[in-house]
């Protein structure tokens, strides 16, 4: 039997983008391994579950230009539909998935989701890469600050990343081919 092609996997989440993606970076470092840009629509999410035609409409708009930055490159964004485990399976079963990347969600409702992808992982020997993405600072960081809460004013808020010291600057673009 063959064996399969080796690839990391940039899932796609919220930060719908290229440039500044430290998932992204993650995803390529090994450039033996096949870039494989995914995008779930699970149903779940609250761009996909509860939204009007609007955000609906965004949503599909960044999607069509995500997957126009990666066919410049010579490659395409690949979007699925189902159980972000199920997707992940059914991926494995077709290639050898060595990393999964992605930007952290800290919200707790997604908190579920996020632990039965990483058992996944876990019993399929795949490693995670979980990124920095949508904020500046760590939510984690800025509530274990706190003292396990989140900051409940500006004033607090600023104060603890006062204590945190100044965010990341911004990773450089990948050269994708």
């Not at 077709?94 to 908190?111: N, R, T, V």
């Not at 600072?137 to 003292?147: C, K, M, V, Y």
Request: hydrophobic share 35%; glycine share 6%.
């Amino acid at each position: 039997m063959p064996s399969k092609e080796k690839v990391n996997i940039l899932w796609f989440r919220n930060g719908l983008r290229l440039h500044d993606n430290q998932s992204l970076h993650k995803a390529t470092t090994d450039k033996s391994r096949k870039l494989l840009p995914l995008f779930i629509f699970d149903g779940e999410t609250p761009t996909t579950k509860h939204c009007k035609y609007n955000k609906m409409a965004f949503l599909l708009e960044c999607l069509e230009d995500l997957d126009t930055q990666f066919w410049y490159h010579g490659g395409k964004l690949n979007l699925v539909e189902g159980d972000p485990v199920e997707v992940l399976r059914k991926i494995s079963k077709h290639y050898a998935i060595s990393k999964l990347c992605f930007d952290q969600d800290c919200e707790p409702i997604w908190l579920e989701r996020d632990n039965a992808v990483k058992n996944f992982c876990g019993t399929h020997k795949i490693q995670i890469e979980e990124s920095i993405g949508a904020t500046l600072w760590d939510p984690l960081e800025i509530i274990e600050a706190n003292g396990g809460s989140p900051p409940l004013t500006y004033s607090q808020f600023c104060h603890v990343t006062k204590g945190i010291g100044q965010p990341k600057k911004p990773v450089p673009d990948v050269e994708l081919k």
